[in-house]
């Protein structure tokens, strides 16, 4: 009788898992961008429904192909459902909110997402359990947070970008609610093509159908709104979750995730050097704080690690 197969080992970075990470964080960095520079020609939440719908297509073919009829039989159906919703969720709030702020902004806030997450992860998971380092970093990023909203000059517009900078960590908390909601349910199990199918589907339906209701469904064909769009269906949507899922598959989460937080910087960057977004110092202090929280949260084994080699 053979013995069950070891579950493959997860590798340390190289210069692919590096490069390759670098590549998706300039890549996610420049999707608040993209949706902005074009909001004249197509609404965000028109965007992110028309790019999450060409996702869902090409990844409703992938599933089918790999599990055909079974597909949906397996106890996957609710629970990407729920996660669905939770998806959907989170880029309404980013589509709504890039109306009122920034995209260097909405980088940031939305990327609180990790704190969230391991927040709903030490209360239902055990092995999930967050230690003295990672509780400082949680500290760190909330004091951030509030930092980046008290921090704010008075001036016309400014609450317009309070509501859209709410609307931003609103997005981060429902992101981290679906990566507890995955690791909680069958979906942790299943093929990564599948659980970014449920998410891409429903979200699709759900955005589609709120930027009608709310008559945000109009397109003016430029060629910059037609190669906007493209860039997001096609890089952000489709390739890069499917890289970033493989990523995790192969190589250490806690070294990835650090360098995810690249993330925030080049949105941040891109939003300066490109749209000409302004900085104010109470922003830039707590954008400091909450990514060096988030780090501490995160990070915490790896910085553990080093502390424990320099002894």
């Not at 190289?14 to 520079?37: P, R, Y």
């Not at 908390?173 to 990564?192: D, F, M, N, Q």
Request: one cysteine or more.
């Amino acid at each position: 009788m053979s013995a069950p197969a070891a579950k493959p080992q997860r590798l340390p970075l190289d210069a692919l898992a590096t490069s390759g990470m670098l590549a998706l964080c300039v890549c996610w960095g420049f999707q608040q961008i993209a949706i902005k520079l074009v909001a004249g020609d197509i609404a965000p939440i028109m965007q992110i429904g028309l790019r999450s719908t060409f996702a869902a297509l090409v990844l409703a073919v992938v599933v089918w192909r790999a599990e055909g009829l079974r597909a949906f039989r397996d106890g996957t159906a609710l629970p990407g459902l729920i996660v669905g919703l939770l998806f959907a969720g989170e880029f309404l709030f980013v589509a709504q909110g890039l109306l009122y702020t920034t995209a260097s902004h909405m980088s940031v806030f939305l990327y609180t997402a990790p704190i969230f997450a391991a927040l709903g992860l030490h209360w239902l998971l055990p092995e999930e359990r967050m230690r003295p380092l990672q509780w400082l970093g949680v500290a760190i990023a909330f004091g951030g947070i509030g930092v980046a909203f008290l921090g704010k000059p008075a001036q016309a517009g400014s609450s317009n970008m309070l509501l859209g900078d709410a609307m931003g960590l609103a997005a981060g908390l429902l992101w981290g609610a679906t990566t507890v909601a995955i690791r909680k349910t069958s979906l942790s199990e299943a093929a990564p093509s599948k659980t970014l199918f449920y998410q891409m589907a429903v979200a699709a339906i759900g955005l589609l159908a709120y930027a009608a209701a709310t008559g945000q469904d109009t397109i003016r064909y430029t060629q910059a709104a037609v190669l906007s769009v493209a860039f997001q269906s096609v890089v952000v949507a489709l390739s890069s979750y499917l890289a970033w899922f493989w990523l995790l598959r192969r190589y250490l989460a806690s070294r990835l995730s650090i360098l995810s937080f690249m993330t925030p910087l080049f949105g941040v960057s891109f939003g300066v050097l490109i749209l000409n977004e302004p900085l104010d110092a109470g922003f830039v202090i707590g954008a400091v704080l909450v990514l060096s929280g988030i780090t501490l949260v995160s990070g915490a084994e790896v910085i553990r690690n080093l502390l424990q080699k320099r002894v």
